[in-house]
């Protein structure tokens, strides 16, 4: 990876900052678009010099950033407007002790004889996105996992299902009905048939011991929430801002289309009034995001400058987006006195054939 500066939009006090280092702290396996599993190191070093504590990473996604940021001794409060990645928050940031023991996952795998399943996955999704086999399997596992009483075994339990079924699909995502290409008989440029036809069990059961080992306390009150970001109330140190990425041409990263199969995982019971039943996939009913309005997204950014006026304020975004960077300095830039901006050439995110510029700006 190669780094370089724009001369437009930085001056003396703007630094070239050198690519991290491999640290020892541990990452979350995630295959979700737009995560920063590679770049926490560089964010890291960015940000390791200035005085904070408590950070609150208000678009938390999977808590990739916020689980390092623990490992670093912070007091990591994260949140995240999808109920699927507040309960990823839930389950590796603020908890801090729970894991599953071999009874509890053995019993999340067992069809009771007393209990009267519902099939709504398997009547609902049929030649969507997995087979019959897989759906009856899904319906099952859920259910069972809704009835753990413990919060954050059942956080444990949501997010390994999850890397399960991101793992099984093509292009880990729901944007497509789009089963047949596990099987299609063709040369294939993309996925890995082999993890595709692993069996469900197979692929829960290792993501449980990866998230199992991943539990850790570092003697902080850490925080997980489900909230619309101007909701957050608290005092925060630093605030990391990555909101969903609107490209110049204006097209956005609608994280609920891509990922609304696992946000109905988690509304099981109420999944299916949430479904737009006109689309193929039968994904969700979409909701206004001002995040994903090209026309509103610069004054939501001016909205959270002030609104985070007295904190530490660090937003990650890419070079090519709307609003533009120097758009972004120009508004940070009145709330505060100081701006650092770095940059990371040539990136290529998970999923996309395009490279672009990574951006990091720090208004203190």
Same mark, same amino acid.
């Given at each position: 990876?190669?780094?370089?500066i724009?001369?437009?939009?930085?001056?003396?006090?703007?630094l070239?900052?050198p690519?991290?280092?491999? +640290?020892?702290?541990?990452?979350?396996?995630?295959?979700?678009?737009?995560? @920063? &599993?590679?770049?926490?190191n560089?964010?890291?070093?960015a940000?390791?010099?200035l005085?904070?504590?408590?950070?609150?990473?208000?678009f938390g996604?999977?808590?990739?950033?916020g689980?390092?940021?623990?490992?670093?001794?912070k007091?990591?409060?994260c949140?995240?407007?999808?109920?699927?990645?507040?309960?990823?928050?839930?389950?590796?940031?603020?908890n801090?002790?729970?894991t599953?023991?071999?009874q509890e996952?053995?019993k999340?795998?067992?069809?009771k004889?007393d209990?009267?399943?519902?099939?709504?996955?398997s009547?609902?999704?049929?030649? =969507? +996105?997995?087979?019959?086999?897989e759906?009856q399997?899904l319906?099952v596992?859920?259910?069972?996992?809704e009835?753990?009483i413990?919060i +954050?075994?059942?956080?444990?339990?949501?997010?390994?299902?999850?890397?399960?079924?991101?793992v099984k699909?093509?292009?880990?995502?729901?944007?497509?009905?789009?089963l047949?290409?596990?099987f299609?008989?063709?040369?294939?440029?993309?996925?890995?048939? &082999?993890?595709?036809? @692993?069996?469900?069990?197979?692929h829960?059961?290792?993501?449980?011991?990866?998230?199992?080992?991943?539990v850790?306390?570092?003697?902080?009150k850490?925080?997980?929430?489900?909230?619309?970001?101007?909701?957050?109330e608290g005092e925060?140190?630093?605030?990391?801002?990555?909101?969903p990425?609107?490209?110049?041409k204006?097209?956005?990263?609608?994280?609920?289309?891509?990922?609304?199969?696992?946000e109905?995982l988690?509304?099981?019971?109420?999944w299916?009034?949430?479904?737009?039943?006109?689309?193929?996939?039968?994904?969700?009913?979409?909701k206004?995001?001002t995040?994903?309005?090209?026309?509103?997204?610069?004054?939501?950014?001016r909205?959270?400058?002030e @609104?985070?006026?007295?904190?530490i304020?660090?937003?990650?975004?890419?070079?090519?987006?709307?609003?533009? =960077?120097?758009?972004?300095k120009?508004?940070?830039?009145?709330f505060?006195?100081?701006?650092?901006?770095?940059?990371?050439?040539?990136?290529?995110y998970?999923?996309s054939?395009?490279?672009?510029?990574?951006?990091?700006l720090?208004?203190?």
């Amino acid at each position: 990876m190669n780094f370089m500066i724009h001369n437009k939009y930085l001056k003396e006090r703007d630094l070239l900052l050198p690519l991290g280092v491999n +640290y020892t702290a541990k990452i979350p396996s995630t295959r979700y678009q737009g995560s @920063k &599993a590679k770049l926490v190191n560089w964010i890291w070093d960015a940000i390791k010099d200035l005085d904070f504590s408590c950070v609150l990473d208000v678009f938390g996604g999977t808590g990739v950033v916020g689980y390092y940021l623990k490992q670093k001794n912070k007091e990591v409060h994260c949140n995240d407007y999808l109920k699927s990645n507040y309960y990823i928050g839930l389950s590796l940031i603020e908890n801090n002790n729970a894991t599953l023991t071999e009874q509890e996952i053995e019993k999340v795998l067992i069809r009771k004889q007393d209990y009267d399943y519902k099939s709504f996955i398997s009547e609902e999704f049929r030649d =969507i +996105y997995y087979t019959n086999e897989e759906n009856q399997w899904l319906d099952v596992v859920v259910q069972n996992i809704e009835q753990i009483i413990n919060i +954050y075994k059942k956080a444990l339990l949501y997010n390994a299902l999850f890397q399960a079924c991101l793992v099984k699909r093509p292009f880990n995502l729901f944007h497509r009905k789009n089963l047949y290409l596990r099987f299609a008989d063709v040369k294939r440029t993309f996925g890995n048939k &082999a993890t595709w036809d @692993k069996p469900f069990k197979d692929h829960f059961l290792e993501f449980v011991a990866e998230v199992n080992s991943l539990v850790y306390d570092n003697n902080k009150k850490n925080r997980a929430y489900n909230e619309d970001v101007f909701d957050i109330e608290g005092e925060f140190d630093l605030v990391y801002i990555d909101p969903p990425y609107t490209s110049s041409k204006a097209v956005s990263v609608d994280y609920l289309n891509f990922y609304h199969f696992l946000e109905g995982l988690v509304n099981y019971n109420n999944w299916k009034n949430l479904i737009d039943y006109r689309t193929k996939n039968k994904s969700f009913r979409r909701k206004y995001n001002t995040w994903n309005d090209k026309f509103e997204i610069r004054s939501a950014f001016r909205k959270l400058f002030e @609104k985070f006026r007295k904190s530490i304020i660090v937003v990650s975004y890419r070079l090519d987006g709307i609003p533009s =960077i120097q758009e972004i300095k120009d508004d940070l830039s009145e709330f505060k006195k100081n701006i650092r901006i770095y940059f990371l050439q040539n990136y290529k995110y998970v999923l996309s054939n395009s490279r672009t510029s990574e951006v990091l700006l720090i208004g203190y």
